[in-house]
């Protein structure tokens, strides 16, 4: 059966996919013995199947987003862009 992209459950997409630590390590450029350190300390989701840790790309995703530095700079940013655009209007 083939499921279009955009159909989620309870925020995860059915076609999310997982990393292992080397996968991740290369899509996030964080090094491996980083990313265990924040999975040790339970800052960062995964999971443990036969000895291999997982970790899913939308939690970690989110996980990242939640470390921006000037999160109220963006929201800042975000609510002038909007104003100008309605003022244009």
């Known amino acids: 059966?083939?499921?279009?992209?955009?159909?989620?459950?309870?925020?995860?997409?059915?076609?999310d996919q997982y990393f292992d630590l080397?996968?991740?390590?290369?899509?996030s450029a964080l090094g491996v013995s980083t990313l265990r350190?924040?999975?040790?300390?339970?800052?960062?989701?995964a999971f443990k199947v036969?000895?291999?840790v997982l970790i899913r790309k939308s939690?970690?995703?989110?996980?990242?987003?939640a470390q921006r530095i000037n999160k109220k700079a963006d929201i800042a940013k975000i609510a002038n862009e909007?104003?100008?655009?309605?003022?244009?209007?």
Do not use: C, H, Q
């Open 59 to 65: 939690e970690f995703d989110r996980w990242m987003e």
């Open 82 to 89: 909007a104003l100008n655009s309605l003022n244009r209007n």
């Open 1 to 15: 059966m083939i499921l279009p992209d955009n159909i989620a459950e309870t925020g995860i997409t059915l076609r």
């Open 37 to 45: 350190d924040y999975i040790r300390a339970g800052k960062l989701p």
């Open 50 to 52: 036969k000895g291999k």
């Open 22 to 27: 080397r996968g991740l390590s290369v899509y």
